[in-house]
């Protein structure tokens, strides 16, 4: 996904200036990273130089002035055929709560042979289990939050969406890591194999 793909869908709607773009944006993806002006008129910009909008006008109203854009036929175009792309799956799990597992049972493993303790390293071993209950308390804090969000009165359909989206990924974490919590002794066995 890019930028320009989300703002030529914002301009579906009709012409407008990168202000109202960015607002409409942070309104329609709540649970997103909020764009950043200077992100939302540079992208306009390559929109305008690659032929995917253009300027309809300015205006200033006595303040700073407002450079009105609108989607081009071929923006159309290229906005309908990324619509129309399926999204692959990841093909790699890069996800650092695995990361850290894996980690913490490979310096478990190391310190148990006595190579962790080189150099006056005398920090404990790490607890991957320790590490997972903890993980599994922030995911549960997140949910809590999330739930609150998307139930709160008058919380439109995009907040509700985007809390939706989270919560399922949140708790396909929760059931890896209940997952990977009952197999520790077995992955530790197995880094710990010479």
């Known amino acids: 996904m890019s ?42 910009q390559r929109m305008v130089r690659d032929g995917l909008a253009e300027v309809e006008g300015s205006e200033s109203d006595g303040g700073p002035e407002r450079t009105t854009y609108r989607r081009t036929e071929e923006g159309a175009r ?3 055929r990324w619509l129309a792309e399926v999204a692959p799956p990841a093909p790699f799990v890069a996800n650092e709560i695995f990361t ?6 490979l310096s478990g493993a190391d310190r148990a042979g006595g190579a962790g303790r080189q150099g ?22 997140r949910m809590r939050e999330l739930t609150a969000v998307k139930t709160a009165p008058g919380a439109d359909l995009s907040t509700v969406l985007s ?7 949140l708790d396909a974490d929760l ?15 197995e880094v710990q194999a010479p």
């Open 3 to 44: 930028t320009s793909h989300v703002l030529l869908g914002l301009l579906a709607a009709g012409p407008s200036h990168g202000y109202d773009l960015k607002r409409r944006h942070d309104e329609r993806f709540p649970q997103a990273r909020p764009l950043a002006y200077g992100q939302v008129y540079s992208t306009l």
């Open 78 to 80: 290229t906005l309908h």
């Open 100 to 105: 850290k597992v894996v980690v913490a049972l």
């Open 120 to 141: 006056g390293d005398d920090a404990p071993a790490p607890d991957p289990a320790a590490y997972l209950h903890a993980q599994r308390a922030a995911h549960m804090a």
């Open 163 to 169: 809390a939706d989206y989270a919560l399922s990924h």
């Open 175 to 189: 059931r890896w890591m209940a997952d990977a919590a009952q197999r520790l002794d077995a992955l530790a066995q």
